[in-house]
T-cell receptor
Framework: EAQVTQNPRYLITVTGKKLTVTCSQN?????MSWYRQDPGLGLRQIYY???????DKGDVPEGYKVSRKEKRNFPLILESPSPNQTSLYFC?????????????FGPGTRLTVL | AQSVTQLDSHVSVSEGTPVLLRCNYS??????LFWYVQHPNKGLQLLLK??????LVKGINGFEAEFKKSETSFHLTKPSAHMSDAAEYFC????????????FGRGTSLIVHP
């Protein structure tokens, strides 16, 4: 089944404890991205990747890191999480970075930082 | 620059009555426009998209939207609401000629009463 998977689905952590949220897609998509969803704000893009080893900042990149060493994986790293990073996170992928392409979303990761 | 405004944060309808979710956009270039649906505790799923072909776009589950350039609108409609339509709906704009960072609206929560 074609899909985007994220792990973990739920995570509670404490301020300053490094964490990684994994994202993987099995559709051979070139474009991948991370979003955070906060009540009343919709989805805001954190980082995106056009292809392997090519990443760039989205609208809200502060406090996050990403890497794209393989085409299928695009992990999101919080090196020193803070409470304002408590949010619902979505990974998405698209065949190519073209404005007419739809994105395929993972199920989401709900992160709470205490 | 691109932006999108969903004019209603909540829309409440009775089952069997029409649905109208309003979206206005702003774009410096030719835009692609999307509607996504998010059911509770789920990721986002594409409902329909406009990419400069037919201005009336039909999507899944009986939804459709009309691109009106003169009004810079892309409203989502359905003739008859079903209980299963209760969800959060997002309007999204991407424009050619710019960086590929789609802009999401803040979402409209559709409530369907029996």
């Amino acid at each position: 089944e074609a899909q985007v998977t994220q792990n973990p689905r739920y995570l509670i952590t404490v301020t300053g404890k490094k964490l990684t949220v994994t994202c993987s897609q099995n559709m051979n998509h070139e474009y991948m991205s991370w979003y955070r969803q906060d009540p009343g704000l919709g989805l805001r893009q954190i980082y995106y990747s056009m292809n392997v080893e090519v990443t760039d900042k989205g609208d809200v990149p502060e406090g996050y890191k990403v890497s794209r060493k393989e085409k299928r994986n695009f992990p999101l790293i919080l090196e020193s999480p803070s409470p304002n990073q408590t949010s619902l996170y979505f990974c998405a992928s698209s065949p190519r970075a073209r404005v007419e392409n739809e994105q395929f979303f993972g199920p989401g990761t709900r992160l709470t930082v205490l | 620059a691109q932006s999108v405004t969903q004019l209603d944060s909540h829309v409440s309808v009775s089952e069997g009555t029409p649905v109208l979710l309003r979206c206005n956009y702003s774009s410096s270039y030719s835009p692609s426009l999307f509607w996504y649906v998010q059911h509770p505790n789920k990721g986002l799923q594409l409902l329909l998209k406009y990419t400069s072909a037919a201005t009336l776009v039909k999507g899944i589950n009986g939804f459709e939207a009309e691109f009106k350039k003169s009004e810079t609108s892309f409203h989502l409609t359905k003739p008859s609401a079903h209980m299963s339509d209760a969800a959060e709906y997002f309007c999204v704009v991407s424009e050619s000629g710019g960086s590929y960072i789609p802009t999401f609206g803040r979402g409209t929560s559709l409530i369907v009463h029996p």
